[in-house]
C-alpha cells in the first residue's frame, strides 16, 4: 500500500484528513477564519487547497517511482478527492498517475493473499508482499 508524506496510506480517510488537519490547522490562523468572506481569508483558503493538491501529486508521483500500487476502490477516492478540489477551483492532475498505481486486476482479495502465499512457499518467482493486489508480480511468477 503506497503510504503519503504524512504517514497515512494514501487514499485512506486517515491520509485525507491528515493532510487537511496539516495545512489548515497548523497554517490558518484564527484571527483569519472569523474573517469569512475577506479576500485575505479567501486567498488563503485556495492556498491551501493548492498545498493539499500539491501534496497528494508528490506523493502519487513518489510511489509512482517506487512501483507502489493501489486498489480499484483507492483510486476511485482518489480520483473523487481530485475531482472536489477541481471544483474549488485547484488545479489538480493525478487521473493518469492513478490510473499508473492501480494494478488491482479484481477479485477477492483474500484469495489472492492466498496465491501470494502459496507462490512464496514455492519459491516461485521473486518474493511477493502477500496484500491481496494481483499487481505485475504476481502475474509474472503465475
Known sequence: MPIGSNGAAIGSGDYLQR????????????????????????????????SIAHTMEQDLLRNERENNYITDETASIL?????????????????????????FVGGDPAKIRKLQSKLNEMHV???????GVYGVKTLRAW
Open 19 to 50: 493532510i487537511e488537519r496539516d495545512v489548515f490547522l497548523s497554517d490558518l490562523s484564527m484571527m483569519y477564519s472569523a474573517r469569512f468572506g475577506s479576500p485575505d481569508y479567501t486567498s488563503l483558503l485556495r492556498d491551501f487547497l493548492d
Open 79 to 103: 480520483k473523487k478527492a481530485g475531482q472536489d478540489l477541481s471544483r474549488c477551483g485547484v488545479t489538480i492532475s493525478i487521473d493518469s498517475t492513478v490510473d499508473k498505481l492501480a494494478w
Open 125 to 131: 518467482g521473486e518474493h511477493l508482499t502477500e496484500d
